[in-house]
């Protein structure tokens, strides 16, 4: 939609609906248009193209998560069960990502989608979503460093060569590439990425040959789904086998499912940083979601036919951290007796994890930088140099990582353990967050009368999509980590998974009621929602970059038409 047609159809500006009193104000004594940076010592520069953001939430997404944790779900309910779990989450993940485009869409603040929950409805649930995002963030770049190493030891052993060294380099690396700035950062990722892309369709394609018998003569087909069967019956030794078993196996690869998921909405974070971002944001959302999904369902699918559930490699491989020996499909490569992938495989993972702490770190630092825009966080931390980044939001991002050196000691690999099932709950935390927002984004629409037909972008689903995955998530959340409620006797450590699997949840509702406490902050009414404070400025930086792309094509025809735009973009 053009920005000239959007505009023609509101005639009222923010200076109209102050003198009116009916917005709230979001620009201060100083100028600083709250969530929307324009100053030259705080502004974002816009170097992210429409194949930066996707392959960015691509590299966020696909990692070790597909590759390993899908052996771990296989093992755990079989086939059909992960089939079925990664189809739902995967549809709840295209209605966050809808919510998120039709929300930044219509205003590309610098905050992401924590200035959208301050100004759209809550102060409070901004304050609360910003930093429980920043603090997966910060806890997954550490953990990713250390699946980093730990994937090295595949070659060589601890024995030889300490994981700190591996770890210091990674985190090195990493801020570099950050601190280069962010068309560096973009491009870096966007290849990066790419490879993981390939690596997928490679395995995709490895899958269908073992599948049909070209890998060793024999033609696997649906033979693992009939036995052992689709869906493991056995839940642990105090459940009894049957069909109570199969619906625990499979509820609990929900959870599964959500982790590798979790990344995907990141693409919110990326508005400040992107070129025409009322174009770019809903395309890169659109592709994102059928990449991923594509790649996700094919995948899952594929496993369940290449390996069956009860298989004792299997059961080994779940016993492995992560690398090569973790993988179901190295575990496949193996029954159909085929040598060398593996190595190409664990090199192909540790490029998934270096991709993804270098994305990881990105999001962590422009993160504690739209927290600090929506004024939530010291000023400093929206702060940017001349390349446009935010260097003490980053640097401060970077520090956490250090964690990862705790990993020097064997017994703190427990540690991080806890931590990822701490990073699920806060992903899952900020999931609601987004989609609350958007059903409050809609209720005020409809009260102020913006149709779809003003919007660059409307969830196809709307107000009622957003409240399905709503309850999917809220349920998810609670019932998460259900096994800590049921007895077993193997562990003995029910008390460590309840905690690490909940604790995000206090800390949520405590940043939210202590920030109402401290600030006396109220719900925004529908009818008081502010949806043009900042807007023109975004209009004005549309037309801007509108007039520059066609004067470029005036003077070269073939601007933008190059061999990737031609016969790789649909793929990339």
Same mark, same amino acid.
């Given at each position: 939609m053009e920005t000239g047609s959007l505009r023609s159809r509101h005639t009222s500006s923010p200076n109209d609906t102050k003198e009116a009193g009916l917005y709230n104000d979001y620009e201060d004594q100083h100028g600083h248009i709250r969530g929307i940076e324009t100053s030259s010592e705080t502004a974002l520069h816009r170097g *992210?193209?429409?194949?930066?953001?996707?392959?960015?939430? $691509?590299?966020?997404?696909i990692g070790t998560g597909l590759i390993i944790g899908t052996g771990k779900a296989l093992a755990k309910a079989g086939p059909g069960a992960i089939l079925i779990s990664y189809s739902i989450i995967g549809f709840v993940v295209f209605l966050v990502m809808a919510a998120v485009g039709e929300m930044s869409a219509w205003l590309p603040m610098s905050a992401g989608f924590t200035g959208y929950a301050s100004r759209f409805c809550d102060p409070s649930?901004?304050?609360? *979503?910003?930093?429980?995002?920043?603090?997966?963030?910060? $806890?997954?770049?550490?953990n990713q460093l250390t699946a980093g190493a730990l994937v090295i030891q595949f070659w060589l052993p601890r024995e030889r060569v300490n994981p700190g060294v591996w770890i210091a380099i990674f985190l090195v690396l990493i801020l570099c590439i950050n601190y280069f700035g962010v068309k560096f950062f973009g491009e870096f990722e966007f290849w990066l990425s790419s490879f993981k892309v390939v690596v997928i369709i490679g395995v995709i394609i490895l899958s269908l040959v073992i599948t049909a018998g070209g890998a060793d003569g024999h033609?696997?087909?649906?033979?693992?789904?009939?036995?052992?069967?689709a869906f493991n019956p056995k839940f642990n030794d105090q459940i009894p086998v049957g069909s109570l078993g199969r619906f625990l196996t499979f509820y609990s690869t929900l959870v599964t499912a959500t982790f590798a998921f979790l990344g995907t909405e990141l693409v919110g974070v990326t508005v400040g940083e992107a070129q025409n971002p009322r174009k770019t944001i809903p395309r890169a959302i659109k592709l994102t979601f059928y990449r991923i999904v594509i790649f996700y369902l094919v995948s899952v699918f594929l496993v369940g036919m290449i390996v069956p559930y009860n298989d004792e490699k299997l059961a080994f491989a779940n016993k492995a951290t992560t690398g090569a020996n973790a993988s179901p499909f190295v575990v496949a490569i193996q029954l159909a007796n085929i040598n060398v992938l593996p190595h190409i495989l664990n090199a192909s993972i540790l490029l998934f994890v270096f991709s993804a702490a270098n994305s990881d770190l990105y999001i962590a630092s422009r993160t504690l930088y739209g927290i600090a825009s929506d004024n939530s966080a010291p000023a400093i931390f929206r702060k940017t140099d001349r390349r446009g980044v935010p260097i003490y939001a980053l640097l401060t991002s970077a520090l956490f990582g250090l964690l990862a050196f705790l990993n020097v000691a064997d017994d703190s690999k427990d540690v991080f353990t806890y931590l990822v099932n701490v990073s699920t709950i806060l992903g899952l935390l900020s999931w609601i967050s987004i989609l609350v927002t958007h059903i409050w984004f809609l209720?005020?629409?409809?009260?102020?009368?913006?149709?779809?037909?003003?919007?660059?972008?409307?969830?196809?689903?709307?107000?009622?999509?957003?409240?399905l995955a709503l309850f999917i998530c809220v349920l998810v959340a609670i019932t998460k980590n259900f096994d800590a409620f049921i007895p077993n006797i193997s562990t003995g450590d029910n008390y460590k998974t309840f905690i690490t699997g909940y604790i995000g949840i206090p800390l949520y509702l405590a940043l939210i009621f202590g920030h109402k406490f401290i600030t006396k902050s109220k719900g925004v009414r529908p009818h008081e929602c502010d949806f043009y404070t900042g807007k023109d400025?975004?209009?004005?930086e549309e037309e801007e970059f509108l007039a520059e792309q066609a004067a470029k094509k005036a003077a070269n025809p073939k601007h933008g038409r190059s061999f990737y735009h031609t016969w790789v973009s649909w793929l990339f």
């Open positions: *992210l193209k429409a194949r930066h953001i996707s392959m960015i939430a $691509i590299g966020g997404a649930l901004g304050f609360a *979503l910003g930093w429980t995002y920043w603090f997966k963030y910060i $806890i997954v770049v550490p033609a696997r087909g649906f033979e693992y789904w009939r036995n052992p069967g209720r005020a629409r409809k009260a102020q009368g913006l149709t779809n037909e003003m919007m660059p972008y409307t969830a196809p689903l709307g107000i009622w999509g957003s409240y400025i975004i209009d004005r």
